[in-house]
């Protein structure tokens, strides 16, 4: 079975503009999280959805946002990209609301 | 205070040896814990998880939860060079939120 896939793989971007990541769960796992990790710490919590509802934030602004599809897939999106949002963005999915986490590959995001 | 702290490392340790990685956590409602093994420039990637007190083993892998003592263990026997990468300590905390500690590099040495 595929695992979790994440798309792009790297993206440079320029302050100031929008990105979209997307992630598609593994089949069968209805819940997906989005975390952001920089050089050195690890894995910081901005979402979780479930069954398509938001299920947890976390301390990040309102320039974050996301949202899952009917097919379990996911978005995230960051508005207003600021030099300090360089960092791998990490989509892992679950079956369900809690227990394991499997991630994705991720997406590098680079702002300039 | 981080919800969930661990020594950043590196730990270095001799081929064939154990290796022994400890996680503390400060919300007393965490309940589920696991560790990740993340590769240079890679993704993490789920070795073990444990969710009541005592241990659990997987092959070379062995976690041990005190909740007690707020602690969790992680020991690799037999380490080899392939082991070598940044060990995670997740948990959930009282809101469901998974908290990360900050890793530790493990380098093991031929």
């Known amino acids: 079975d595929a695992g979790v896939t994440q798309s792009p793989t790297h993206l440079i971007k320029t302050r100031g503009q929008h990105v979209t990541l997307r992630c598609s769960p593994i089949?069968?796992?209805?819940?997906v999280s989005w975390y952001q990790q920089v050089l050195g710490q690890g894995p910081q919590f901005i979402f979780q959805?479930?069954?398509?509802?938001?299920?947890g934030r976390g301390n990040f602004p309102d320039r974050f946002s996301a949202r899952q599809f009917p097919n379990y897939s996911s978005e995230l999106n960051v508005n207003a990209l600021l030099l300090g949002d360089s960092a791998l963005y990490l989509c892992?999915?679950?079956?369900?609301?809690?227990?394991?986490?499997?991630f994705g590959p991720g997406t590098r995001l680079t702002v300039t | 205070q981080k919800e969930v702290e661990q020594n950043s490392g590196p730990l270095s340790v001799p081929e064939g040896a154990i290796a022994s990685l400890n996680c503390t956590y400060s919300d007393r409602g965490s309940q589920s814990f696991f560790w990740y093994r993340q590769y240079s420039g890679k993704s993490p990637e789920l070795i073990m998880s444990?969710?009541?007190?005592g241990d659990k083993e997987d092959g070379r892998f062995t976690a041990q939860l005190n909740k007690a003592s707020q602690y969790v263990s992680l020991l690799i026997r037999d380490s080899q060079p392939s082991d070598s990468a940044t060990y995670l300590c997740?948990?959930?905390?009282?809101?469901?939120?998974?908290?990360f500690g900050a890793g530790t590099q493990v380098v093991v040495t031929p």
């Open positions: 959805y479930y069954e398509k509802e938001e299920r």
């Open positions: 997740a948990g959930f905390d009282s809101w469901g939120k998974l908290q």
């Open positions: 089949s069968g796992h209805k819940s």
């Open positions: 892992a999915s679950s079956p369900g609301q809690g227990g394991e986490q499997y």
């Open positions: 444990i969710y009541s007190n």
